[in-house]
């Protein structure tokens, strides 16, 4: 019983302590390791808020990588590869469709979007407020070409008869027809028989002719010696003016039908060219010495291809086997032979975390190396895309 006693006593003292108001007292309680301790801690780790914990990705209508059309659902392998880092990073994505380009880059520009999720060509560091991910597909620049103009006759005869090819012509037949003369005077009192009488002359030019093109019938033949030096210096100059003519000439059928030869740079600047008026497309034009015409877009270059207010369109290569494969114009074709290799990626707002890029780009890199970027990967590859 008097253990019992003590035990109340003991019990009854500690009681005002604990209840106490007073903050000396009750600071070590706020202190203690007791589960109303450790709550604030659980509420300062615990979810993030929604919008910490989603992804705003933004996507335009750029063949092959990605379609997006207002009120549907954009798909395309860009898409799909975004989607897959949304989740690696363990963000909701928040998709926002745009008409075009320009209105891509602006919201990138302005923070609306973290992510622009389509095939965007790597530049040069410059003054874009903005960055790029890790790249994920390769794609250089490509010419596309129209192969069928309205009227092909019209067409080469303009790019045929120009200045330089006349005045070789006009030296040519000027040499033919006084090459000609002189043998027809040499052989005219010694060889009558085919140089000579009323129509002597117009047998030399005869002769020079045939020479010229070497068919050689045979029927006027120089027999005099003087005659044959004549001949023998004609039949030199003869070789060295129609190889001369017929270089002019393919130069100037390969500038009118734009041949294969135009993944030449040279080529390139004797030829309108068309660009899209985005950063990477102006570089690479720069890079080549060309003066393009720029367009705002790349159907409106397109259409000027077709409507031949340009011969040539310089665009990237997989979205330009895209964009003329949809075209359904059987007379547009991209040469094989790229002008340039490079790559594309997306593009990252510049207010981005680090820590989050860091995660981005490492979703990247494990998205592209499983089967299902195979499947998807398949369109980039050819240029080709099943779209609406």
Known sequence: MACAALLVAVIAAAAPVQGSADPATAAPVERSAGPAATAPVQVASGPAPEQERTLRIGTVTLPPYSWAKAGTEPFGPAVWLAREVARAVGMTPQ?????????????????EIDVAATGLPIVAPGDEPFLYSQPWDSSGFSIAL??????????????????????????LLGSMAGFGIVVALIERRRNAAQFGGRGGLWDGVWWSIVTMTTVGYGDKVPRTVPGRIVAGVWMIAALVLVTIIAGVLSSALTTSRLAGYMAIERDLRSVRVGIVNQRADVDMARNLGVSPATYDTPQEALEALQAHEIDALLYPTT???????????????????EIARGFVAFGIADSMPAPLLRQVNAGIVRAIATTEWVIQSRELGDGEDQGP
């Open 95 to 111: 998709w926002k469709a745009y008409d075009d380009l320009d209105g891509l880059y602006g919201a990138l520009r302005r923070g």
């Open 146 to 171: 129209h192969l069928r103009p309205h009227n092909r006759v019209a067409s080469t005869l303009s790019h045929i008869f120009t200045g330089e090819l006349l005045v070789w012509f006009g030296i």
């Open 319 to 337: 979205a330009l086997h895209a964009m003329v494969r949809l075209s359904n114009d059987p007379s547009l074709t991209v040469l094989h032979q």
